[in-house]
Nanobody
Framework: QVQLVESGGGLVQAGGSLRLSCAAS????????MGWFRQAPGKDREFVAG????????YYTNSVKGRFTISRDNAKNTVFLQMNNLKPEDTAVYYC??????????????????WGQGTQVAVSS
């Protein structure tokens, strides 16, 4: 099993920045792709960004392109989500996810194998 623990959420004004971190532990050798999802109240869980094991390939949903950056440090088993120019519509619970498969662009949340507990991001206007 793999355990994921997120940190870095909080309340920020529109235009501000936050950096989310997700530390993996356990059988991390089985994990290849990692990613971030978010879920706003009353909405479906949305795939925000994904990254492959080598960091050569990334994916972003259209609404965050140019504002969010996903990265990872395999030596520390950690994935990051740098969020700049935040907007009120970015308000959601953000979840870290990992999968045993190599594909980093998989939007279907049932194809991700491991999940963190979530961290709240709130952006005020």
């Amino acid at each position: 099993q793999v355990q994921l623990v997120e940190s870095g959420g909080g309340l920020v004004q529109a235009g501000g920045s936050l950096r989310l971190s997700c530390a993996a532990s356990g059988r991390t050798g089985s994990v290849y792709a990692m990613g971030w999802f978010r879920q706003a109240p009353g909405k479906d869980r949305e795939f925000v960004a994904g990254i492959n094991w080598s960091s050569e390939n990334t994916y972003y949903t259209n609404s965050v392109k140019g504002r969010f950056t996903i990265s990872r440090d395999n030596a520390k088993n950690t994935v990051f989500l740098q969020m700049n120019n935040l907007k009120p519509e970015d308000t959601a619970v953000y979840y870290c996810a990992a999968r045993n498969g190599r594909e980093w662009y998989v939007a279907a949340h049932d194809r991700w194998d491991y999940w963190g507990q979530g961290t709240q991001v709130a952006v005020s206007s």
